[in-house]
């Protein structure tokens, strides 16, 4: 048995924060942003609007793409740094309000590579047929604890909610492999302290730069695969520098590499699902493309996947 995406859903506030309105609110300017990170626009959600309410959003597309019922769903996994309250968690509020009422759940937290635990997860309860469809979803609503008069960290970050659901796929497609790693010693340099994000932006720099880079590599090479063979690599949308080193490593052209990031900045653990759609959408991603999706976060966590498109 293969496991794979069948589904896949999204959801960005409607709020947009410009690189624009931040130079009206600290000393900074559209081109530093630009230049030094790529982001030109983050969504910003509303006062009101939790991590859960995004979250249900993303996944009630996900679960009609896949063509399932929500009572269908075996499992829920959450990733998030940024639940609505410590507990309960953000899978058990959205099992209710979806209606998924057959559906263990339990948050992740892992930051920005959460994405990539969770799918790694549901990959083994599919495979070892516990559950027939697992949903993964990343959110982050970032916005609540970006210290706003920090301009090294303000310009990063956004709001935003990605799903996907797994199940059996086709032979050939689906998950190739996989790698998840962490440091615990690098934990200092990304983090929340207090109630607000810090980060040693050097530090996290030369960390991402090379993890990316090697996480990318080594799970081609599990796969049994050439640099060659990728129709598409996903990174997590941090900074486009980062990005263009891991896409320089692996000797792709511009062109086989998502990139979001200057419409939603760092959305943290749902980067990923918000890039990917944004390729499945304008009909980029084919039947049997090869995908590499590479993201680090806050821990140190990283996680990477190589998978083959389709159902």
Not at 2 to 7: L, Y
Not at 24 to 51: F, L, N
Not at 272 to 301: C, N, R, Y
């Amino acid at each position: 048995m293969n496991a794979g995406i069948i589904g896949l859903g999204t959801y960005a506030p409607e709020k947009i924060l410009t690189n624009e309105d931040l130079e009206k609110r600290m000393d900074t300017s559209d081109e530093w942003i630009k230049t030094m990170t790529g982001i030109e626009e983050r969504r910003i959600a509303a006062p009101e609007e939790e991590s859960s309410h995004m979250a249900v959003k993303a996944a009630q597309e996900a679960i009609e793409d896949a063509g399932i019922s929500p009572e269908q769903i075996g499992l829920i996994l959450v990733a998030t740094v940024t639940p609505d309250r410590p507990f309960p968690s953000v899978a058990t509020m959205i099992q209710e309000q979806l209606g998924a009422t057959n559906a263990a759940a339990m948050d992740i937290s892992a930051a920005c590579a959460g994405f990539m635990y969770g799918i790694v997860t549901a990959k083994q309860f599919i495979e070892s047929k516990t559950y027939s469809h697992i949903l993964v979803v990343g959110v982050e609503k970032l916005s609540k604890i970006t210290n706003w008069e920090d301009r090294n960290t303000a310009v990063l970050f956004g709001d935003g909610a990605g799903a996907v659901v797994i199940g059996e796929v086709s032979e050939g497609r689906g998950i190739l492999s996989f790698e998840l790693g962490a440091n615990g010693s690098g934990g200092k340099y990304l983090l929340q302290d207090g109630p607000y994000i810090t980060m040693n932006g050097r530090e996290v720099f030369k960390f991402a730069v090379r993890q990316m880079g090697e996480s990318a590599l080594n799970v081609i090479e599990k796969a049994g695969l050439q640099k060659g063979d990728i129709d598409l690599l996903i990174p997590h949308q941090a900074n486009i520098r980062i990005m263009e080193a891991s896409r320089e490593r692996l000797e792709l052209p511009k062109e086989k590499m998502a990139k979001t990031i200057h419409k939603y900045g760092n959305t943290s653990s749902s980067s990923i699902p918000l890039a990917l759609k944004e390729e499945v959408k304008s009909g980029k991603v084919k039947d049997d493309d090869v995908i590499v999706m590479v993201g680090f976060g806050g821990g140190l966590t990283w996680g990477a996947i190589a998978l083959k498109w389709g159902k």
